[in-house]
């Protein structure tokens, strides 16, 4: 009978209850003093677990090797030996974790160091992108982009705060035009016209204030400059890049292109190149004073021009793909729609921004009220169309069209709401008397993109295969 701690034969045995096993009494209760288990199976023990055992001394004989003063010596320099050799064994482990520790702190001081690398590399990256040359022709001097977030220099801050002043204090008295088209017109709407696909891959039709000529571009680089009444092209802008965007200042005709710049056309010659964008423009957006001019592009960033000198006057980079832009009918504020579904509000003379709201899914489409406080919201093949406003930062209407929409333009009296999706154009229509909302419009015309004709009598919309299709009153 050996004792399971030393391996001798014990002088005082005793058993544990749970295991059975036998122990020296004195090694065993110093064990559960320090441990409360039983060293062999890992069980909880306890004194009160023991059973002593009764047993005859047995003297144990001394091995034969150790009867003599040489077989002492040799038995302690065996020990010694054993002890030097695992002392050794210890000091090598030690070393060995010694070197392990080393290198993990090594790489973890590595890994520090090039995140510090990389994150000033994007900081240096960002800077030298905002230090590209502006393109532009004759007219721009090749001036350089600004900063980030550059305030508008003081004559331009002055007209917009005039413009919002004066726009602000007459527009929610002013009354509806006259001869302006009522639900009933707008509920006669059909098909009255439609041309042949003119530039395959447009995407953005503009129409001049006059009502007659509407502005669009294709894929292969050429825009047009289309005349409703004569049904027949009356300029053709060759813009050297796939068409992206269009628009209209006063009777100059601007278009956004794939390789990042505007061209300003009159009576069919350009007359300016602006724009560095790094991307295709996707946006292009007029300021209510007309002296500034925004384009929006796929590289995340907006930039503002001095129409009055054709020069770059601030820059603001966004954290994701901008999809879509519109100024404020006050002209304060300025809106970016972006692929990560965020709707980003920035003012406009500091380049600040002043809030963010996240849409259900990426924006596709977005444009404001006349009334200042309501804006339409379509979302990347979605057939849902959500009008937020802006005082709430909340939607509080949403209505279905049936098929995703691409666009959504609201009238300049703010009653009439038009959206062009791939099934079809609907007009919704907002009573102010009942506050209610109704849809006096759908016919099943697939668009890209809707404009609305003089006094809201017609809509002009930009079919997928790039031509035109007129619906007015029947």
């Known amino acids: 009978m050996l004792c399971a701690i030393s391996g001798e034969a014990p002088q005082h045995p005793v058993a544990s209850r749970k295991s059975g096993n036998v122990f020296e009494r004195t090694l065993i209760e110093a064990h559960i003093a320090e441990h409360h288990t039983d060293p062999v199976t890992g069980e909880d023990l306890s004194a009160e677990d023991l059973i002593e055992l009764k047993s005859p001394r047995v003297v144990t004989a001394r091995p034969p090797t150790l009867t003599s003063i040489p077989s002492l010596l040799n038995a302690f320099q065996a020990e010694w030996d054993a002890i030097v050799l695992e002392t050794f064994t210890l000091k090598q482990q030690l070393a060995q974790t010694r070197q392990e520790l080393s290198t993990a702190l090594y790489q973890n001081d590595a890994a520090t160091r090039v995140i510090a690398r990389l994150s000033t590399e994007r900081a240096e990256a960002r800077q030298a992108l905002a230090s590209v040359t502006v393109s532009g022709g004759a007219a721009s001097n090749g001036d350089a982009m600004q900063v980030d977030g550059q305030a508008l220099p003081d004559a331009l ?14 527009r929610r008295k002013r009354p509806i035009p006259q001869g302006w088209a009522t ?8 098909l009255t016209s439609a041309t042949d696909p003119l530039y395959p891959g447009s995407s953005s039709v503009a129409l001049h204030e006059s009502g007659d000529l509407a502005l669009f571009g294709g894929a292969d680089g050429v825009a047009a400059i289309y005349s409703i009444s004569a049904e027949k092209i009356v300029h053709t802008l060759k813009a050297g890049a796939p068409v992206t965007s269009t628009l209209w200042w006063e009777s100059r005709a601007l278009v956004g292109t794939a390789n990042g710049t505007v061209k300003v056309f009159q009576d069919g010659d350009e007359v300016a190149e602006l724009g560095s964008h790094a991307g295709a423009i996707v946006s292009l957006a007029l300021h209510p004073s007309k002296a500034i001019l925004a384009s929006a592009g796929s590289d995340k960033r907006f930039i503002f021009y001095d129409l009055a000198t054709f020069k770059t006057v601030s820059q603001v980079y966004t954290e994701a793909d901008i999809s879509t832009s519109a100024f404020h009918v006050d002209g304060m504020l300025f809106v970016t729609g972006s692929l990560d579904g965020h709707i980003r509000i920035f003012d406009v003379k500091s380049g600040q921004r002043m809030g963010d709201l996240e849409a259900d899914g990426p924006v596709r489409s977005i444009d404001f009220s006349e009334n200042g406080t309501w804006f339409a919201v379509a979302q990347k093949g979605s057939s849902q169309v959500a009008v937020w406003d802006l005082r ?5 209407f949403q209505f279905d069209t049936g098929s995703a929409v691409d666009s959504v333009k609201w009238d300049y009296t703010g009653q009439f709401l038009a959206t062009a999706g791939s099934g079809s154009v609907t007009v919704q229509q907002y009573e102010k008397k009942g506050k209610s909302w109704s849809e006096p419009v759908r016919k099943a015309v697939a668009a890209r993109d809707v404009a609305w004709g003089v006094n809201a009598s017609s809509l002009v919309a930009l079919t ?10 029947a």
């Open 183 to 190: 639900g009933e017109d707008v509920a006669t709407f059909d």
């Open 157 to 170: 801050a002055a007209k917009v705060d005039e413009t919002q002043q004066e726009l602000f204090s007459t």
């Open 392 to 396: 709430k930062q909340k939607v509080f």
């Open 464 to 473: 997928p295969e790039g031509g035109l299709s007129i619906l007015g009153a």
